[in-house]
């Protein structure tokens, strides 16, 4: 069940962040994780309208939105390869005209998921932080042309 978080949730998020992160970005240095947890905990993700994914009264993922913007959206490693990032992406996605996102370029299996959505690359930077590129994505909703006659 996909549902809003709660305060109560929070720790789960950052927990399932903060692994889900360092297997998804194995090309950055531990230090930066560390350094983000704070970061997250008290700037990023209290700023967010965040959906949880809830199976069985536990968090197994979550997306984070910052007006049209997709902060986050992370699965618990071990929940991994189930389908639980397509349920929330699909979740997000029916309640947005238009999302944009940043992903690590080297995070190939972010940016094909994304890519699968309907998710454009539109700009490539460079992570302040980390000196990484990162990709700027955007997805818009298709509104259907009936011919008119």
């Excluded at 360092?22 to 967010?48: G, K, N, S």
């Excluded at 910052?66 to 959206?73: I, T």
């Excluded at 995070?107 to 990484?132: D, I, K, M, Q, W």
Aim: charged residues 25%; contains cysteine.
């Amino acid at each position: 069940m996909i549902r809003p978080a709660t305060p109560e949730d929070m720790p789960a998020i950052v927990e399932i962040w903060r692994r889900a992160s360092r297997l998804a970005h194995p090309f950055l240095d531990e230090d930066i994780w560390a350094a983000r947890v704070e970061e997250m905990t008290r700037q990023c993700l209290p700023d967010c309208r965040i959906q949880v994914l809830d199976a069985g009264g536990r968090v197994v993922g979550f997306a984070a939105m910052r007006g049209a913007h997709l902060e986050a959206l992370f699965v618990d490693p071990k929940a991994q390869g189930y389908g639980h990032g397509s349920e929330l992406m699909a979740h997000v996605m029916a309640l947005s005209e238009r999302i944009t996102l940043r992903v690590f370029s080297r995070n190939v299996r972010a940016v094909s998921f994304y890519r699968r959505l309907g998710f454009h690359a539109y700009l490539e930077t460079e992570e302040p932080a980390s000196g990484e590129p990162e990709t700027l994505m955007i997805w818009t909703r298709r509104r259907s042309c009936r011919g008119r006659g």
